[in-house]
């Protein structure tokens, strides 16, 4: 499994890395937005921080023509004033790309903190046998302003390679 932390050029304005033979990936922008948390209102006070965005999606890697499985890691990362610490549970998600199989897209990118702050992504993505050989890997930093954009009537800002929510 790739390090989250270990990133270089993917597409797009993000970080990351690449190990083995990965297949292709694209990674889309991720949008801070707000939830509303209360059905019957619409007041400030039930909306909560939301950061959420396309899953991605793969393609084969041509390291292997059998069936694949595909991995993907989405970390959300919140600014502590120090330094970027995992915010909550890493989600895991995979897709199984059949030996006639092009392509497939992962859930979506969805983060529900329920705080306000500095937040970004990291996306890491597996691909491996079916039998568990790992064939290769791609790691995704969302660390540039070009990777997010605001999508709310909330304070929302983007800035420093990361996306601010009011809370």
């Known amino acids: 499994m790739l390090a989250l932390w270990a990133l270089a050029p993917v597409a797009h304005a993000y970080s990351g890395s690449t190990t083995g033979r990965p297949g292709g990936v694209t990674f889309e922008r991720i949008q801070g937005t707000h939830y509303n948390s209360c059905t019957h209102t619409t007041r400030y006070t039930c909306f909560t921080?939301?950061?959420v965005g396309s899953g991605?999606?793969?393609?084969?890697?041509r390291a292997f023509g059998g069936n694949q499985a595909?991995?993907?890691?989405?970390?959300l990362q919140v600014w502590n004033g120090a330094a970027w610490a995992t915010f909550g549970t890493?989600?895991?998600?995979?897709v199984y790309?059949?030996?006639?199989?092009?392509?497939a897209r992962f859930p979506r990118v969805d983060f529900l903190p329920k705080r306000g702050g500095y937040f970004r992504v990291a996306i890491s993505v597996t691909w491996s046998t079916l039998s568990d050989v790992t064939l290769g890997g791609r790691a995704a930093l969302y660390n540039h302003?070009?990777?997010?954009?605001c999508n709310t009537r909330f304070p929302c800002s983007v800035g420093s390679g990361s996306v601010?929510?009011?809370s």
Do not use: E
Not at 70 to 75: N, R
Not at 90 to 94: G, L, N, P, S
């Open 49 to 51: 921080p939301w950061i």
């Open 56 to 61: 991605p999606v793969v393609s084969r890697s």
């Open 70 to 75: 595909v991995l993907a890691i989405y970390a």
């Open 90 to 94: 890493a989600r895991y998600h995979t």
């Open 97 to 103: 790309l059949s030996a006639t199989s092009a392509s």
């Open 145 to 149: 302003n070009a990777d997010y954009f």
């Open 164 to 166: 601010f929510l009011r």
